[in-house]
């Protein structure tokens, strides 16, 4: 028997062209699974994959036929889809509710909320077409249980997406699908600047008992135990990978 842990799996890692998702595609394939690069930025996700052996293809993970060429090159290309993780995400500075446009709420939504809709209009039946037992993890975050000013929709949005995911962990149980959502404290990746505001980091991990910022390691480590069998009776849940800054 293989001793990779995700030996025989076929994975779609969205945002992983950078910061988490970069790391958990990178630690998935370590662990023998083949991976799909699915992001919109193509010189960076082309990369990730050559030096992964995946493939990449660019996607807007909003858009539905974006989702449907991702689930078909991952038969074409490696006969099978068994983990969705939504990893791509986004978020407007941190400032006052206010001042947060229309705009900026909508690519909240989309990006963080609507993607996981796609994801599963699109996958979801492929997977009970086959029979097939599935694996669908959120890149949520720490904001989504404990939030703080100055990110409120984005936090919202994060929410929606641990919610969510119990939800359709209830549903799709039955079919042997599983949902769980991770959810990081702040690290360091394309995205910090955003959350942190006039915030130094060093104020911020002051609230982090184990005293330091989450690294793609560390993310990527919690997404390839529940992708694997080893949890295979785990569903539903949200993993705080933060340091202890939810307790
Ligand atoms: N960095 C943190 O402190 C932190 C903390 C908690 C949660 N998160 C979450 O982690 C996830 C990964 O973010 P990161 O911190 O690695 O940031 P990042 O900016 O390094 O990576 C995000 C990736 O998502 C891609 N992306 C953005 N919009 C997309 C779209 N519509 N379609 C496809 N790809 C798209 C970007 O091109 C980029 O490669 C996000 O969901 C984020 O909300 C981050």
Same mark, same amino acid.
């Given at each position: ?10 994975? %779609? ?15 998935? /394939? ?8 699915a992001d919109l930025s193509e010189d960076a996700g082309k990369q990730v994959a050559s030096e992964l052996?995946g493939v990449f293809i660019r996607t807007d993970v909003t858009q539905k036929a974006d989702w449907e ?12 889809? &068994? %983990? ?7 978020s407007y500075s941190n400032k006052a509710t206010e001042n947060v446009t229309e705009k900026e709420f &909508? ?29 669908? %993890?959120?890149? /949520?975050?720490? /904001? ?73 390691? &560390?993310?990527?480590? /919690? ?10 009776? %785990? ?6 990978? &933060? ?5």
């Amino acid at each position: 028997m293989s001793s990779e842990r995700l030996a025989g799996k076929v994975a %779609i890692v969205t945002g992983a062209a950078s910061g988490f998702g970069r790391g958990i595609a990178t630690k998935f /394939a370590q662990e023998g699974a083949k991976v799909i690069v699915a992001d919109l930025s193509e010189d960076a996700g082309k990369q990730v994959a050559s030096e992964l052996g995946g493939v990449f293809i660019r996607t807007d993970v909003t858009q539905k036929a974006d989702w449907e060429a991702a689930l078909a090159l991952a038969i074409k290309e490696y006969g099978q889809l &068994d %983990i969705v993780v939504n990893n791509a995400g986004a978020s407007y500075s941190n400032k006052a509710t206010e001042n947060v446009t229309e705009k900026e709420f &909508d690519m909240c939504m989309n990006v963080n909320v609507k993607s996981i809709y796609m994801s599963t209009q699109v996958v979801v039946p492929y997977l009970l077409k086959e029979n097939r037992p599935g694996n669908f %993890i959120q890149i /949520a975050s720490t /904001a989504g249980i404990r939030p703080r000013g100055g990110l409120a929709w984005y936090s919202a949005s994060k929410g929606a997406a641990i919610t969510v995911t119990k939800a359709l962990a209830s549903e799709y149980g039955p079919k042997q699908i599983r949902f769980n959502a991770v959810s990081p404290v702040v690290g360091v990746t394309g995205m910090t600047n955003l959350f942190l505001g006039s915030t130094d980091i060093s104020t911020f991990v002051a609230t982090v008992p184990l005293g330091r910022p989450s690294t793609p390691a &560390d993310i990527a480590n /919690a997404c390839c135990y529940l992708a694997s069998d080893e949890a295979a009776f %785990i569903t539903g849940v949200n993993l705080e990978v &933060d340091g202890g800054r939810c307790v």
